[in-house]
């Protein structure tokens, strides 16, 4: 890359275990147009959630090193088990501005709350990591905190059975529990579950306030963007590829889920062997 000029006009990198990070990445594309994003999805080797912090951290270090070779300006973990096992060493690790999901997340929820009784569904990986409960009462105290995983979500979304019976029926066990519990916000801390944002809304009922992070991490993005003088000034001219999608299998399918998540239409998504990074 050659100069300043060239530089902030470079692409924004957001990457996730599939297709979650597609909630993430449709975001940026509303609240930062004139981004370009190069956008990763480990489709071979997804779920992350049940995985040890290790073999996230390890995969994550792959794809960053990807992004890096695609000359991303900044990159975004849109994946909540990253960010919790995983985005401190790669903060140390990488020389460009990187930011997760779960800070901006715990930070809406926060806002949202007002008898101080916040839900948290996540991957095993995420619960277990306690970090939203941590980042929660970091900033306030007085916030209690229910955390409970939902492990066949991931799946489900993948297999596009968004709104099924059986997602239906899984749901409704998982957030039993969380039904009584009293509270009046509930995040959605996997990436994927925004898109089944109406199923768990309805078993939730009126009540409470789903909080989805993508918002505030967009949010989060673009101050950190203009506090570094890294913001693209204009949206890329005809010609330029705004958007670009690559995944580790499974490129069609990828493609009809993200036309489905994404109001851009995406043509094609490239597969790349990301264990050579
Ligand atoms: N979408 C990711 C998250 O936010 C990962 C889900 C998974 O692969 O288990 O946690």
Known sequence: MSGQEEWHNSPIGVFDSGVGGLTVAREIMRQLPN???????????????????????????????FLKKQEVKAIVVACNTVSAYALEELEQETDIPIIGVMKPGARAAILATKNKKVGVIATEATVHSGIYTRYIKENDAN?????????????????????????????RRYLSELIDSGIDT??????????????????????????????ETARELKMLLAEKGLESEHRPGLGTELYRFYVSDGAEKFKQLANSILTYGILSAKVVNIEEY
């Open 35 to 65: 981004e370009r994003i190069v956008y990763f999805g480990d489709t071979a080797r997804v779920p992350y959630g049940n995985k040890s912090k290790e073999t996230v951290t390890k995969f994550s270090r792959q794809i960053v090193n």
């Open 186 to 215: 509930l995040i959605l801390g996997c990436t994927h579950y925004p898109m089944l944002r109406s199923t768990v809304a309805k078993i939730m009922g009126e009540g409470v306030t789903l909080v989805n992070p993508a918002y």
């Open 143 to 171: 916030v209690s905190t229910l955390e409970r995983a939902c492990p066949l979500f991931v799946p489900l979304v993948e297999e596009g059975l968004w709104e099924d019976p059986v997602t239906d029926e899984i749901a």
